[in-house]
């Protein structure tokens, strides 16, 4: 097999980390110029994607990854206004109840995934529940199901997502660029600068309390503080945006490696992905069901079962309510992280045992 990347590899990571970050930039670039949707999150997602599937070691470390979350927490944090949160607490009767049609629909799918992928139902269960990937890869370990297959399953289905809805949601008639950066100025570098280096303080507290997604979670207080604070609101300035962006689809991107994808049945990845259409297809006929209380491009984007900081991201370059769709992700991965285990132990007594996980077989 060609190795293109066979010098490059070679390279110590001091080399290699700032040219993979110069190749997802040059991603951005390109898809720019081509007017793809959401160019600095899929351009560097797709660029990288395609160069690690071809035998490239980025040697990235996941520091890269922490640091967009943070920057795309503070940034989605700006947008929450009192009035915000008041309209965010109104419906979150509405939030719980679509989470969970959402985790019910996502566990109904595993079995369907189970039969045609080739997997144990164990692992897709995992594989298919609209949580974030660190979360059921804990899960999948502490349950004995395949954890390489529940990693590659949530990553390939935030990109999916990511690559699907914008496109489905312009052909929809959504109108990216309404409510944009002229409503409101944007803050100064300075600024900026100091709310991610509060961003990064309050993560590394909730990181050593044991709270899940803190890199994100730290940026949204930091940027909700500012928000709160500041006498008018303020827009994260372009360089923290799309650094955001860029940072996260270039650590999507180098997830696809060519050895993983090897090692999995030739029927599951086509599987996972039907699997995720069908699932974001319960979710947005959740929001079309609901749209007399939220508009439906918003709510397919805070139903879709990607990634918190990716649905963040897509809500704010789309100018479809970015706290709101970062509030309705967080309930859902909420309730999965409640309900993942006692669902999951229900669930195993439904099928039988020979479909269960075996030991030491993972």
Not at 3 to 22: G, M, Y
Not at 28 to 52: F, I, N, T
Not at 200 to 214: G, K, S, W
Not at 290 to 312: K, R
Request: include cysteine; aromatic fraction near 6%.
């Amino acid at each position: 097999m060609l190795q293109p990347f066979s010098r490059f590899n070679t390279r110590s990571r001091c080399v290699r980390v700032p040219c993979v970050l110069a190749l997802g930039t040059l991603g951005g670039l390109l898809a720019v110029r081509m007017g793809v949707p959401l160019p600095w999150l899929l351009g560097p997602l797709l660029a990288v994607a395609a160069c690690s599937l071809l035998g490239m070691e980025s040697g990235l470390s996941d520091h890269v990854r922490k640091a967009g979350q943070a920057m795309a927490g503070f940034s989605v944090g700006l947008f929450f206004t009192p009035q915000v949160a008041e309209r965010v607490l109104a419906l979150g009767w509405l939030m719980l109840l679509c989470s969970l049609c959402s985790i019910l629909a996502s566990v109904a799918i595993a079995l369907v995934l189970a039969r045609v992928g080739g997997c144990d139902r164990g692992t897709a269960y995992f594989a298919m529940l609209p949580g974030g990937l660190a979360e059921m890869a804990g899960f999948a370990r502490q349950f004995d199901a395949n954890v390489a297959l529940v990693s590659l399953s949530q990553t390939l289905r935030v990109v999916v997502i990511v690559i699907l809805l914008p496109s489905l949601l312009l052909a929809l008639g959504a109108q990216a660029g309404s409510g944009g950066p002229g409503v409101r100025p944007e803050m100064g570098y300075g600024m900026a600068a100091a709310g991610v280096a509060l961003a990064t303080v309050l993560a590394l507290a909730l990181q050593r309390m044991h709270i899940f997604n803190p890199w994100l979670l730290g940026g949204l207080a930091a940027g909700i503080g500012f928000g709160l604070l500041l006498p008018a609101p303020l827009y994260a300035p372009p360089l923290v945006r799309i650094s955001a962006q860029v940072a996260i689809g270039t650590a999507l991107g180098v997830r696809f490696r060519w050895s993983l994808m090897r090692g999995t049945r030739a029927r599951f990845l086509p599987a996972t992905i039907l699997a995720t259409v069908a699932l974001i297809a319960v979710n947005c006929g959740l929001a079309w069901l609901f749209s007399a209380y939220v508009p439906l491009a918003t709510g397919m984007l805070a139903t879709a079962p990607g990634g918190i900081a990716e649905m963040s991201l897509t809500a704010e370059a789309m100018h479809l309510a970015p706290p709101l769709v970062t509030a309705w992700q967080l309930v859902r991965i909420l309730l999965v992280a409640l309900l993942a285990g006692p669902l999951f132990l229900r669930y195993r007594r439904l099928v039988p045992a020979a479909a269960q996980p075996r030991v030491g077989s993972r």
